[in-house]
C-alpha cells in the first residue's frame, strides 16, 4: 500500500513540474522598448511633467502674488499644487527613466530607487490629505 501511495505522489509530482518549467522560459515581452512606444512614451511623459510643473507654479504665484485670495482653502490648494509640482520634478522624471531604459544598464541602484520610492509615497499621500483637508474646511 505504501509503495502505491507514493507511486502516485511522485507521479502528480512530475506531472505538475513540466507547466512550471514551461511557465519560467516564456520571456516577458518588454514593450516599452519597441522605439514607436518608447518615443509616445517620452513625449507623453514631457508633456505632463511640463504641464505640472507650470500649471502648479503658477497655482502658487497667484494666490501669493494676489491680496485676495489669502484664505485657508486656497492655502490648501498652494499645498496641493507644490506637491503636485514636486511630483513633476522628482518622480515623474525617475519614472520615466525607470519604464525606458533597458534591464541590463541597472540605473535605479537600491539607495537610489528606496529614495524616490519614499519621496513618491510622501506627495501622494500629502495630496490625498490635502484634499481630505479641503473637503473637511468646506
Known amino acids: 500500500m505504501q509503495t502505491e501511495s507514493s507511486a502516485t505522489t511522485s507521479e502528480d509530482s512530475h506531472s505538475v513540474a513540466p507547466n512550471d518549467t514551461m511557465l519560467e522560459t516564456i520571456p516577458y515581452p518588454d514593450f516599452t522598448q ?9 513625449a507623453a511623459y514631457l ?5 505640472a510643473v507650470m500649471g502648479n507654479a503658477m497655482v502658487c504665484c497667484t494666490v501669493f502674488t494676489n491680496r485676495k485670495m489669502h484664505t485657508a482653502v486656497n492655502y490648501y490648494i498652494v499645498n496641493l499644487a507644490v506637491c503636485d509640482f514636486l511630483v513633476g520634478i522628482f518622480v515623474l522624471p525617475v519614472k520615466l527613466m525607470e519604464l525606458t531604459s533597458p534591464a541590463h544598464w541597472g540605473i535605479l541602484n537600491d539607495e537610489l530607487c528606496t529614495t524616490f520610492m519614499y519621496l513618491q509615497t510622501i506627495f501622494v499621500f500629502a495630496s490625498v490629505l490635502t484634499l481630505v483637508a479641503i473637503c473637511i474646511e468646506r
Open 34 to 42: 519597441i522605439p514607436a512606444v518608447r518615443y509616445v512614451l517620452v
Open 47 to 51: 508633456v505632463v511633467m511640463v504641464l
